[in-house]
T-cell receptor, first 112, second 112 residues
Framework: QQQVKQSPQSLIVQKGGISIINCAYE??????FPWYQQFPGKGPALLIA?????SEKKEGRFTISFNKSAKQFSLHIMDSQPGDSATYFC???????????FGTGTRLKVLA | DAGITQSPRHKVTETGTPVTLRCHQTENHRYMYWYRQDPGHGLRLIHYSYGVKDTDKGEVSDGYSVSRSKTEDFLLTLESATSSQTSVYFCATGRGGQDEQFFGPGTRLTVL
């Protein structure tokens, strides 16, 4: 199964709160999981990525948690700010391929 | 945007007309991709290229063709546009493998 299922579709968080976006996959051949951030009117840009040999990766306020046995991974945005308001896409890729399978996206709004 | 431009940025056309979208990169990246972005579907790969004159189909390639005669240019053609091809189209480039993909600013296409 090539799909990557992403939830929720939209999310509203208060400033300073924690934003959590979840993704799940079926294909155990996936071995690279990036998250992309897209601001309105712009193309997506890489935010953070993880491989399944680690359970967590943190870059500033952004953390990916990875659960290999459950085939799930999630993006946590700590101390969410209005500037984080954007659409977030998870993705998955198999070794030896040059393609990503993207999730359906989560529109995040952080209220000031 | 890693030196990626797309043209046109906006286009309105009628059903049955041919349409060509252009992606131009200045980064000398080997890989180039065309995606479409639709609400509820996220980013879906249409076609990709792994070198000059080397292209392959993505998950939603029906009704689309591509050409790459130079490293820097990747063209997407809708031979006979349909209303279902109304979308925002993004070009992306990459150095290869699972490396980061760099996205262009997008083209909004409306087929009436």
């Amino acid at each position: 199964q090539q799909q990557v299922k992403q939830s929720p579709q939209s999310l509203i968080v208060q400033k300073g709160g924690i934003s959590i976006i979840n993704c799940a996959y079926e294909n155990t051949a996936f071995d690279y999981f990036p998250w992309y951030q897209q601001f309105p009117g712009k193309g997506p840009a890489l935010l953070i990525a993880i491989r399944p040999d680690v359970s967590e990766k943190k870059e500033g306020r952004f953390t990916i948690s990875f659960n290999k046995s459950a085939k799930q991974f999630s993006l946590h945005i700590m101390d969410s700010q209005p500037g984080d308001s954007a659409t977030y896409f998870c993705a998955a890729s198999m070794k030896g391929t040059y393609k990503y399978i993207f999730g359906t996206g989560t529109r995040l709004k952080v209220l000031a | 945007d890693a030196g990626i431009t797309q043209s046109p940025r906006h286009k309105v056309t009628e059903t049955g007309t041919p349409v060509t979208l252009r992606c131009h990169q200045t980064e000398n990246h080997r890989y180039m991709y065309w995606y479409r972005q639709d609400p509820g579907h996220g980013l879906r790969l249409i076609h990709y290229s792994y070198g000059v004159k080397d292209t392959d189909k993505g998950e939603v390639s029906d009704g689309y063709s591509v050409s790459r005669s130079k490293t820097e240019d990747f063209l997407l053609t809708l031979e006979s546009a349909t209303s279902s091809q109304t979308s925002v189209y993004f070009c992306a480039t990459g150095r290869g493998g699972q490396d980061e993909q760099f996205f262009g600013p997008g083209t909004r296409l409306t087929v009436l």
